[in-house]
């Protein structure tokens, strides 16, 4: 008799819309206005620049500050999907995202990297790998990322995974 493993199914969460609001719902800001648009946040490894500059406003700003402060979690996802698109759309692997309860029942390996706060991962169920990218914009705004940018932590990711 045949024993076969049996995992649970993998839950798709397409962070794409998320991450296309970036540009598509910005403040009156004038800077937001003018910087924040689809043709400088093309998903390019390059338009990251514009993400970091961004951060950096809302981190070092009255305005920026109020805005991180009253809508925290709105920030991690959307900056987190627009990074997370950049790395699945520059890396050689076939990254999708994924509900992070599902890839954390689906691969015991990742069991550690898991036990985050943020419910959608980039997932590689052929290379069996994970990146949580709103993981690291949630610490990144918290003052307590490793990086001291995004455009390092892209560019290491996509590094590390192609």
């Known amino acids: 008799m045949f024993s076969f493993l049996h995992r649970t199914k993998l839950k798709k969460d397409d962070l794409k819309g998320t991450a296309k609001l970036m540009y ?10 003018e ?4 043709r400088n946040l093309d998903f390019t490894i390059e338009s990251i620049r514009y993400i970091d500059i961004y951060t950096n406003r809302l981190m070092n700003t ?6 991180l402060n009253k809508h925290f979690d709105n920030f991690v996802t959307r900056i987190g999907a627009y990074i997370g698109e950049v790395i699945k759309n520059n890396s050689r692997q076939d990254f999708q995202w994924y509900e992070s ?8 390996k990742h069991k550690e990297v898991l036990n985050i706060k943020t419910q959608s991962v980039l ?5 069996d790998r994970v990146i949580v990218p709103l993981d690291e914009v949630l610490h990144f705004l918290k003052g307590t990322s490793k990086y001291s940018n995004f455009l390092t932590y892209v ?3 996509i590094r590390n995974h192609s």
């Open 35 to 38: 910087t924040l648009t689809k």
């Open 123 to 127: 997932y590689s169920k052929t290379n």
């Open 24 to 33: 598509q719902d910005v403040s009156e800001d004038p800077w937001d206005q």
């Open 62 to 67: 009255e305005f920026g500050i109020e805005l």
């Open 101 to 108: 309860d599902s890839v954390y029942e689906y691969s015991p």
């Open 155 to 157: 560019e290491e990711m």
